[in-house]
């Protein structure tokens, strides 16, 4: 699209594909949905949390603060509509960031709140009273059941975050996993601003190894589906070939001659140019597959970030001085 700035200044961006659109929220601003059995889970267009309501009582994972006081509306009118109670007795912590946390506290402290044993050491750094520390904490797996309910809680490694783990519903066939792919949509700047790259990059493949046909992914209006996840590998995939076509064709030469003393005005020319050539064909290839890939800035972040992976993290970063 080469239309000119419409008039609130945004750039025209290519529609939104039908695959990327997700529920409509209700007047007050939130959609609860039905994931399976007693598991529900809860949006407000661009977040997600869940809950599973069981007759003991209700463990809630992830509390986004844009959906905030509607998390507890939510559970009130399907704790009704089923006949359980709505005390929310159980917590779990995705990972530690703020926008998918942040409205724990509102809970109070009667509530059993589980999390990642970094997940403890973040939060403690962070010192947020609007979220708790765990209460309970885990270094490999933790079995949590409630209720008649079981939920597997697991850390594989560090991917967006240190302390980020995969939340296993083996008797609702669903895993939630938050923050490394986006249903229908690109990752946002800098793979979806995450720290650890390999392990941001190998996640999908942990992701798909658990069985499951429904996945939380903790952003947009839809649940997620394992074609989803193969969509968001095969878009890191081209990144990443493109990344090793581009480091190995373009000939930084020409731009430390041009930076002449200026070593980093060099490395800027070299590794813009070799991003811009990353990143071209990718969003040419998913515009109008993926919302947003035409948002030059997300492909363009996300290639720069994996291309500097492949040099640092897995090298070679340049040849050898003979
Ligand atoms: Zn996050």
């Given at each position: 699209m080469t239309s000119p700035a419409s008039g609130d200044g945004q750039p025209d961006y290519a529609p939104i594909p039908p695959s990327a659109r997700g529920v409509t929220p209700n007047e007050q601003g939130y959609y609860v949905g039905r994931v399976e059995r007693n598991l529900y889970w809860v949006t407000d267009g661009v977040y997600q949390a869940a809950f599973l309501a069981t007759p003991d009582g209700v463990v809630l994972f992830d509390t986004p603060p844009s959906i905030g006081h509607n998390l507890r509306r939510a559970i009130d009118e399907i704790t009704a509509a089923e006949g359980?109670?709505?005390?929310?007795?159980?917590?779990?912590?995705?990972?530690?960031?703020?926008?998918?946390t942040?409205?724990?506290?509102?809970?109070?402290?009667?509530?059993?709140?589980?999390?990642?044993?970094?997940?403890?050491?973040?939060?403690?750094?962070?010192?947020?009273?609007?979220?708790?520390?765990p209460d309970v904490t885990f270094a490999d797996s933790y079995t949590l059941e409630v209720g008649g309910e079981r939920v597997e809680l697991s850390w594989r490694g560090p991917n967006h975050t240190p302390d980020n783990i995969y939340i296993h519903f083996p008797d609702h066939d669903t895993l939630m996993f938050i923050d490394v792919v986006n249903a229908g949509w690109v990752p946002i700047y800098n793979v979806n601003l995450s720290e650890d790259v390999p392990g941001y990059m190998a996640a999908p493949?942990?992701?798909?190894?658990?069985?499951?046909?429904?996945?939380?992914?903790?952003?947009l209006g839809r649940l997620a589906t394992r074609d989803d996840v193969l969509v968001h590998q095969q878009y890191i995939a081209d990144i990443e070939a493109s990344a090793r076509e581009a480091l190995a064709s373009v000939n930084p030469?020409?731009?430390?001659?041009?930076?002449?003393?200026n070593f980093w005005a060099g490395v800027k020319g070299h590794?813009?140019?070799?991003?811009?050539?990353?990143?071209?064909?990718?969003?040419?290839?998913?515009?109008?597959?993926?919302?947003?890939?035409?948002?030059?800035?997300?492909?363009?972040?996300?290639?720069?970030?994996?291309?500097?992976?492949?040099?640092?993290?897995?090298?070679?970063?340049?040849?050898v001085h003979p």
């Open positions: 359980v109670t709505n005390r929310v007795t159980h917590m779990v912590y995705s990972h530690h960031h703020d926008d998918h942040g409205a724990s506290s509102i809970f109070g402290s009667d509530v059993v709140r589980i999390g990642h044993e970094e997940t403890r050491r973040l939060l403690l750094r962070d010192n947020n009273p609007a979220r708790p520390v493949d942990i992701v798909l190894s658990f069985p499951w046909t429904h996945f939380i992914c903790g952003h030469v020409p731009y430390y001659v041009a930076g002449g003393e590794l813009n140019a070799v991003t811009e050539r990353t990143a071209a064909p990718v969003i040419a290839k998913y515009t109008g597959v993926l919302a947003a890939a035409d948002i030059a800035e997300f492909t363009y972040s996300t290639a720069f970030q994996i291309m500097q992976s492949l040099r640092l993290d897995r090298g070679p970063s340049g040849p």
